[in-house]
Antibody
Framework: QVQLVESGGGVVQPGRSLRLSCAAS????????MHWVRQAPGKGLEWVAL????????FYADSVRGRFTISRDSSKNTLYLLLNSLRAEDTAFYYC?????????????????WGQGTLVTVSS | QSVLTQPPSASGTSGQRVAISCSGS????????VHWYQQLPGTAPKLLIY???QRPAGVPDRFSGSKSGTSASLAISGLRSEDEADYYC???????????FGGGTRLTVL
């Protein structure tokens, strides 16, 4: 079955960086686009970033574009999110999600399976 | 302020039918599929309805989706206490080039 396990969260000072990882198993990783979605404590869902199944396209929310970088390593079945120039408003649970359909490269991609999330707290 | 608009709360008694609305625009719902997610307290979201009306395996047929123009709706019939959760709609937005979510609707079963 599909398994997504996030790691790398923690407490970090404003302006610093953090790298999140998502270990994927139970499916052919290289066939699926992958997402990061975040949720501030007690708030709603906010899509953060998307990488095409083959890594050819990357999309970002306006709130993180230029600060966050999504990447994938198909040899390790792992998705990454590099968070730079962190702000207090980036504090949230960060969920890794696999796209529902195979071979999505952008346009109508949507999360199908979700990990359990990792908490990032930005505080001095 | 979310791109897709949902009522913040909804409620119903056991056995009742409730509907949750999701309103968007021509750049998202009007031109793309709508998906619904259920988030039970303290857990990760789960896909409930995809491509407007499709149910993933294991989702009871008490849950149904519909879409018309720039709006969509999630209906839950035969309401049960275990349906108490937050529900989110989502759709691809052509202008923002990414998925957008509604603000979420908290469903209470009275």
């Amino acid at each position: 079955q599909v398994q997504l396990v996030e790691s790398g969260g923690g407490v970090v000072q404003p302006g610093r960086s953090l790298r999140l990882s998502c270990a994927a198993s139970g499916f052919t990783f290289s066939n699926y686009a992958m997402h990061w979605v975040r949720q501030a404590p007690g708030k709603g869902l906010e899509w953060v970033a998307l990488i095409a199944y083959d890594g050819s396209n990357k999309f970002y929310a306006d709130s993180v574009r230029g600060r966050f970088t999504i990447s994938r390593d198909s040899s390790k079945n792992t998705l990454y999110l590099l968070l730079n120039s962190l702000r207090a408003e980036d504090t949230a649970f960060y969920y890794c999600a696999r796209d529902h359909d195979r071979f999505c490269s952008g346009g109508n991609c949507y999360p199908g399976y979700w990990g359990q999330g990792t908490l990032v707290t930005v505080s001095s | 302020q979310s791109v897709l608009t949902q009522p913040p709360s909804a409620s119903g008694t056991s056995g009742q039918r409730v509907a949750i609305s999701c309103s968007g625009s021509s750049s998202n719902i009007g031109n793309n599929n709508v998906h619904w997610y259920q988030q039970l307290p303290g857990t990760a979201p789960k896909l409930l309805i995809y491509k407007n009306i499709q149910r993933p395996a294991g989702v009871p047929d008490r849950f149904s989706g519909s879409k018309s123009g720039t709006s969509a709706s999630l209906a839950i019939s035969g309401l049960r206490s275990e349906d108490e959760a937050d529900y989110y709609c989502a759709s691809w937005d052509d202008s923002l080039t990414g998925p957008v979510f509604g603000g979420g609707t908290r469903l209470t079963v009275l």
